[in-house]
């Protein structure tokens, strides 16, 4: 992953962007006043979780690579 993230940043950060916003998006199941009301709430917080760990994700790999270049150049 590291290799990767290195290689493509962009394409890395965007795929996590793509997956946060999937993973918000089933959080919204067995809420009420949304869309997914009448789905399981069990559904929705694991969606949830997964969204706060993809975050997260998502900002260390964005702070490492600019941690990382900011070494290089200087």
């Known amino acids: 992953m590291r290799h990767q993230l290195l290689t493509h940043p ?8 793509v997956l946060a916003f999937g993973f918000f998006m089933l959080s919204a199941s067995g809420q ?4 997914w009301e009448n789905g399981p709430s069990w ?3 694991i969606g949830w979780i ?6 997260l994700t998502f900002l260390v ?3 490492y690579i600019v941690v ?7």
Not at 68 to 74: F, G, L, V, Y
């Open 43 to 45: 559904l929705g917080s």
């Open 61 to 63: 790999s964005a702070g």
């Open 50 to 55: 997964c969204f706060l760990l993809t975050a």
């Open 68 to 74: 990382r270049r900011a070494r290089r150049t200087a």
């Open 32 to 35: 009420s006043g949304t869309f």
């Open 10 to 17: 962009v394409a890395s950060l965007a795929a996590l962007l």
